[in-house]
């Protein structure tokens, strides 16, 4: 276990589930759907798995890649003109045993499955 004498060496988790929202303020319209894809393109080109909901997005990767697109995602907005950029954002980590995000989803349903209509 590391003590607070190691913060400095002190690796992130090898990976985890990140639920982000992005919710740029003072766009032009109350819509930011434009936003919305433009931010699912550039995850779908970082590579790492993710999912678009409702209300945001959840993605799935190591902690250093996960956090690295979010702020990707920060920068590219800012670059296309959002002054300001406030983000919603849930992590998840385990260390017992490897789980997705569509698993996790997948372990519900099974138990809803046998649920009476």
Request: aromatic share 4%.
């Amino acid at each position: 276990m590391a003590s607070s004498d190691d913060l400095t060496n002190l690796q992130t988790p090898p990976s985890c589930t990140a639920d982000f929202c992005l919710i740029p303020l003072g766009t032009p319209t109350a819509s930011v759907s434009k936003e919305v894809a433009e931010v699912q393109r550039l995850l779908k080109k970082s590579g790492l798995e993710y999912s678009m909901h409702s209300a945001g997005t959840t993605v799935q990767g190591s902690w250093d890649d996960v956090m690295k697109v979010i702020g990707q995602c920060h920068a590219m907005l800012h670059q296309n003109g959002v002054v300001r950029i406030q983000s919603d954002i849930r992590i998840g980590t385990r260390t017992d045993k490897k789980q997705g995000f569509k698993d996790k989803v997948a372990a519900v349903e099974k138990l809803l499955k046998d649920d009476a209509a």
